[in-house]
């Protein structure tokens, strides 16, 4: 039979409880069935439900406190209600059967579980005899007659609710101590499309999802070394989120593998149900207001299993599309994949492009706006430079409303509709921008210089520096029209030194600029052939830093 009829679990709890709990608490029945007549049958049950929630009897706590699996199948349906609310949360589902005289039952999340599988476990169950189930039905059960591939036995009943949680099935045993796991579970995914942050024009078009088996299997399936591990640590008390380590065993640092694992072990939290992020601000950005990135966010599998043979460690989180790439340096998040996807001429044209969109992003508005005020700073034969008109605000005013207005139309971007998007594109470009101009209070330098800025931001491949050198340039701005051309070169002083002295996990933030390193220097500024690059890079300190054996000839 199945339970979860709410009226009638209600009758067995309230005898059970009345049993427990003597003549006060049968007053406290009676007085809820009173009232039970006088309200809606689902408003009582309710009622009925916070009440004994809020005013647990010592029953009720021992029951959810319990440690061990009773080998009493009422036992473990009393202990059920306590621990995972059987009978009132409406996808906590409890099947009962009987396989060769032995009663058994499922329990399984509803909206998790694989109806398939299930059915042709309980087909060849349906079969058993008693002579097959034996002394040990439990153990006969695993070795013989749960017809899965996945198959383990728990005897703490934490664990298994932990599982049964996780998607899986447990199977109880009327007399047994313990209980059958069954890893039959059905995750609601989506197609593995490609990320909308990081398109190629040739190459993969597959990229991670939410759930965690599937993005080890696209790594797994680019990566086929025996020695690529994937280390599961449960984060958070109450979400207790999937956490994956990923590396080479004999490429990455053993120091950094075991730093990472600890770190993520002593995390102490109740969860972090947006994934990497949260766990990101835990273990790297403690403090939480420094702008830079300090890992590199990916969610192609192409980009994750490069960095791996690299020596990298790669943190996945069950629910999250990205993978948390460590430690990394800001030039490698410059870098794209589109680099490696093209020949090494056109692949080295596009990386200085980029360069340029980015120092651009972060150094043309103050630098023109220092021309502006300081004519005498412009350079021979650029007097052109600077607007032929003034408008009726300030420039500086102008751009930080310029600035302001990019980012609201941004957001606006995001929670648009996509048949809205282009609409909105045309009244933001041509209607607002085009009325500012013509009423004065913008000039057209303005706009166009913010405009190349603003695609040098979106040309930067990473979505969170973009953002920071964002914050970067409103600065440099303010810096440049307070204090003019020593503000802009000592905030610009300034905004170098906190680079450089940033680290992550103990990797120089600004390498190999800071620490000066000329090879790997002109392995970031030129996309060099494949075929040359015979060793990994010194920025992990690999146990193995060969990539190509060197031919004898």
């Known amino acids: 039979m199945e339970v979860g009829a709410f009226h009638r679990h209600e009758q067995e709890t309230g005898e059970k409880r009345e049993e427990h709990n003597g003549p006060h608490k049968h007053s406290g029945k009676e007085a809820a069935q009173k009232k039970e007549e006088q309200e809606p049958k689902g408003r009582s049950h309710k009622n009925q439900q916070s009440g004994a929630q809020s005013r647990m009897s010592e029953e009720e706590n021992r029951l959810k406190n319990m440690k061990e699996i009773p080998d009493s199948m009422e036992d473990v349906?009393?202990?059920?209600?306590?621990?995972?609310?059987?009978?009132?949360?409406?996808?906590?589902?409890f099947r009962e059967m009987i396989f060769g005289g032995v009663r058994c039952s499922f329990l399984y999340m509803n909206g998790f579980a694989k109806d398939e599988a299930l059915i042709e476990v309980i087909k060849r169950l349906t079969y058993a005899s008693e002579e097959e189930l034996g002394d040990d039905p439990l153990e006969k059960l695993k070795d013989n007659l749960v017809a899965h591939i996945q198959v383990e036995s728990l005897e703490k009943f934490d664990e298994v609710i932990d599982k049964t949680l996780a998607g899986m099935t447990a199977l109880f045993v009327e007399g047994a101590r313990a209980a059958l796991v069954i890893d039959a579970k059905s995750f609601p995914v989506r197609s593995t499309s490609e990320p909308d942050l990081e398109r190629v024009v040739r190459g993969a078009r597959d990229g991670f999802v939410e759930t965690l088996m599937t993005n080890?299997?696209?790594?797994?399936?680019?990566?086929?070394?025996?020695?690529?591990?994937?280390?599961?640590?449960?984060?958070?008390?109450?979400?207790?989120?999937?956490?994956?380590?990923?590396y080479i065993q004999d490429v990455a640092a053993p120091e950094l593998i075991d730093t990472f694992r600890n770190k993520v072990e002593e995390v102490v939290i109740d969860g972090i149900p947006l994934g990497e992020k949260q766990l990101e601000e835990i273990l790297v950005n403690k403090s939480g207001w420094n702008p830079y990135p300090l890992v590199r966010y990916s969610e192609r599998p192409d980009v994750v299993a490069a960095h791996l043979l690299e020596g990298h460690v790669v943190l996945l989180a069950d629910t999250s599309p990205s993978a948390m790439i460590l430690p990394c340096t800001m030039f490698q998040l410059m870098q794209h994949a589109e680099e490696y996807r093209q020949n090494p001429a056109v692949g080295t044209y596009f990386r200085w492009v980029r360069y340029f969109g980015i120092i651009a992003s972060l150094f043309l508005l103050p630098i023109w706006y220092l021309m502006v005020v300081h004519p005498e700073l412009k350079p021979v034969g650029m007097e052109w430079l600077g607007p032929e008109k003034t408008a009726r605000l300030p420039v500086?005013?102008?751009?930080l409303i310029a600035e302001l207005g990019v980012d609201l139309m941004r957001m606006a971007a995001v929670h648009t509709p996509t048949p809205l998007a282009t609409a909105m594109g045309l009244i933001?470009?041509?209607?607002?921008?085009?009325?500012?101009?013509?009423t004065g209070m913008f000039v057209n330098e303005v706009i166009m210089y913010m405009a190349v800025a603003t695609i040098g931001t979106f040309a930067t491949p990473s979505y969170e520096l973009g953002m920071a050198n964002r914050i970067s340039r409103i600065i440099l701005l303010l810096a440049a029209a307070t204090l003019g051309v020593p503000g802009l070169v000592g905030a610009t002083t300034i905004w170098l030194i906190i680079l450089t002295v940033q680290?992550?996990?103990?990797?120089?933030?600004?390498?190999?600029?800071?620490?000066f390193n000329a090879k790997a220097l002109?392995?970031?500024?030129?996309?060099?052939?494949?075929?040359?690059s015979r060793h990994r890079i010194s920025l992990t300190d690999t146990t193995d830093n060969t990539r190509q054996p060197v031919s004898d000839g």
């Not at 349906?77 to 589902?93: C, N, Q, Y």
């Not at 500086?396 to 751009?399: L, M, N, S």
């Open 77 to 93: 349906k009393r202990a059920l209600e306590e621990k995972v609310g059987l009978g009132i949360s409406f996808d906590v589902t």
């Open 216 to 246: 080890v299997t696209l790594i797994r399936r680019r990566l086929r070394d025996p020695r690529l591990k994937f280390e599961v640590v449960q984060v958070g008390e109450r979400t207790k989120t999937d956490v994956c380590i990923a």
């Open 396 to 399: 500086i005013v102008q751009f």
């Open 428 to 438: 933001a470009a041509i209607l607002i921008g085009q009325i500012a101009v013509e």
């Open 503 to 515: 680290r992550s996990y103990n990797s120089p933030y600004m390498w190999p600029f800071i620490p």
């Open 522 to 532: 002109y392995t970031v500024l030129i996309r060099r052939p494949f075929g040359e």
